[in-house]
């Protein structure tokens, strides 16, 4: 949807606008290849003290807020982060910023935000592992699976008695 509505203006050749491209960007403390678009939209800097340290978003932005894992576990107020507390909306999307991003695209671009800002579907997607973390990946998800299966079982049986 960025590729389609932004880059034509956000194509990270301009200081003063965002990089909205899909550009890869390898992170390798965290074993994952980011875009430029998601780190943008994030605000996410490496730590300048470890340049091998992770990039980290800024969920507490005023531009784009949201919730994370990391965010205060008590129940939070209504509208205190998510697309409805950010200026990205607020004040450039709500206000015609972007002439072809239509209603539809603007909702998914706000479902992006309330579900946390995901990067990818699952665990696997966008790794930057090596064949020894792939393969250590892949042992403790046969685990995984072995154990659930297990577990099934045994609920199958509990249920049956």
Not at 17 to 31: E, G, H, I, W
Not at 46 to 66: E, F, I, M, T
Not at 96 to 116: N, P
């Amino acid at each position: 949807m960025l590729d389609k509505h932004c880059v034509s203006c956000h194509d990270g050749k301009d200081d003063k606008k965002p990089d909205l491209t899909s550009a890869p960007v390898v992170d390798p403390a965290a074993k994952r290849v980011w875009t430029r678009s998601y780190l943008a939209l994030t605000h996410a800097h490496p730590d300048n003290k470890d340049p091998a340290s992770r990039w980290r978003g800024d969920a507490d932005n005023k531009v784009l807020n949201w919730v994370t894992a990391a965010s205060a576990p008590p129940v939070q107020k209504p509208y205190s982060a998510g697309s409805n507390t950010s200026r990205l909306f607020a004040e450039r999307l709500d206000k015609g910023h972007c002439k072809t991003l239509a209603t539809e695209g603007l909702a998914r671009l706000a479902t992006w935000v309330d579900l946390g800002v995901p990067f990818c579907g699952d665990y696997v997607e966008a790794n930057a592992w090596d064949e020894k973390e792939k393969a250590k990946y892949e042992l403790y998800l046969a685990k995984r699976t072995r154990a659930d299966a297990e577990d099934r079982e045994t609920v199958r049986r509990l249920v049956s008695q």
